[in-house]
């Protein structure tokens, strides 16, 4: 976990891993800016939330809440992909990173991509790769993010 301190009103936010908690703190309205995310029940949570538990370290989702509020207002998410190349190297693929729209221009969508990278580097991946929309570009570059290849999508539902 990491103190960060915000641009705006010296605030002090911590970005630290999702809690069970944090689904009555907003986590789920906050995933509604990013995309499609329909009601989730609390048990639907809970099971999911030990799920993803159970991978330790090879998936984690971090967040900031605001002390103020007690809501959730950034997050993002990071698995590890163990591979045969590269000498059985690991990949980190940053996904899901999102930031209510009350709480932007703070950094804080940096410092959660910031927290996510050097996650994956601790765990000793040779790169971290995410998609993004072109809306988007500038601020990974911003991040230390390149552009590379492109992505090709096919969806089932």
Do not use: P, W
């Not at 999702?18 to 986590?27: A, R």
């Amino acid at each position: 976990m990491e103190n960060i301190n915000s641009s705006s009103g010296g605030k002090t936010f911590r970005v630290r891993k999702l809690e069970l908690s944090d689904k009555s703190k907003g986590f789920i309205e906050l995933l509604r800016q990013l995309t499609v995310c329909d009601s989730v029940s609390d048990k639907e949570f809970e099971d999911r939330f030990k799920e993803i538990s159970m991978y330790g370290d090879d998936h984690v989702i971090c967040v900031i809440e605001d002390e103020t509020s007690g809501k959730i207002i950034a997050s993002g998410s990071v698995f590890i992909e163990k591979k045969f190349i590269r000498s059985c190297g690991k990949v980190g693929h940053i996904e899901d990173v999102v930031v209510d729209a009350g709480a932007r221009g703070m950094q804080l969508g940096k410092k959660i991509v910031e927290f996510l990278a050097d996650h994956a580097h601790s765990m000793g991946c040779y790169k971290v790769i995410l998609d993004c929309s072109d809306e988007n570009k500038v601020f990974y570059e911003k991040c230390g993010f390149k552009k590379k290849e492109i992505q090709m999508v096919k969806y089932f539902i």
